[in-house]
């Protein structure tokens, strides 16, 4: 059982690119979520899917997209990278929304230059 | 919107000493209330949670308390040991949104 994987691990884009986070877990979930983690600032939620088939906003959507692929996979777009979109990037995925535990992916380190 | 705070940001600690962090909610629809650890470099993990039917939990030394009234929770890590130094997460679920709102994080450090 792998659980939630994160691909890649590290990424280093030039202003302006664009790139696809993606995610799969192998749990049965039917939520799943994309958080960014900064100094200082937690873990601030971007996107979250509480089933297949539906996307919303969290706190920081601002600059990315989403897509529940099916089930399994949840990806995270950076149409046009900035700077401030530095930071490590967790995928989570949870049983049911927003009611039960979360488990997290290793994380993508991301680089913006 | 949701919004999680989380005190102190920092807590430095002797070891045997306790711990406590807080944090308030203020989505009063919010009714689960996880609370993660995060070792360096690692991914955060479920430590112990607590729902809103419920005022009080335990798990061996660490325990967590939830006051729906004043919409605050903590948690309390009793006889602290050096392995128990990382960065510790609350947050708050809406079950009606399926929102998971964090904390922004406290870093414990227990000193030998």
């Known amino acids: 059982n792998a659980g939630v994987t994160q691909t890649p691990k590290f990424q280093v884009l030039k202003t302006g690119q664009s790139m696809t986070l993606q995610c799969a877990q192998d749990m049965n979930h039917n939520s799943m979520y994309w958080y960014r983690q900064d100094p200082g600032m937690g873990l601030r939620l971007i996107y979250y899917s509480a089933s297949e088939g539906t996307t919303d906003k969290g706190e920081v959507p601002n600059g990315y997209n989403v897509s529940r692929l099916n089930k399994r996979e949840f990806s995270l777009r950076l149409e046009s990278a900035a700077p401030s979109q530095t930071s490590v990037y967790f995928c989570?995925?949870?049983?049911?929304?927003?009611?039960?535990?979360?488990?997290f992916g290793q994380g993508t380190r991301l680089t913006v230059v | 919107g949701e919004n999680v705070e989380q005190h102190p940001s920092t807590l430095s600690v002797q070891e045997g000493d306790s711990a406590v962090i807080k944090c308030t909610y203020s989505d009063s629809a919010s009714n689960y209330f996880p609370w993660y650890k995060q070792e360096l470099g690692k991914r955060p993990q479920l430590i112990i949670d607590i729902r809103s039917n419920v005022g009080e939990k335990k798990d061996q030394r660490i325990a967590v308390t939830l006051n729906k009234t004043a919409k605050h929770f903590s948690l309390h890590i009793t006889e602290t040991q050096p392995e128990d130094s990382a960065v510790y997460f609350c947050a708050a679920s809406n079950p009606n949104t399926g929102k998971l709102i964090f904390g922004q994080g406290t870093t414990l450090q227990v000193k030998p």
């Open positions: 989570a995925s949870s049983e049911t929304w927003g009611t039960t535990e979360a488990f």
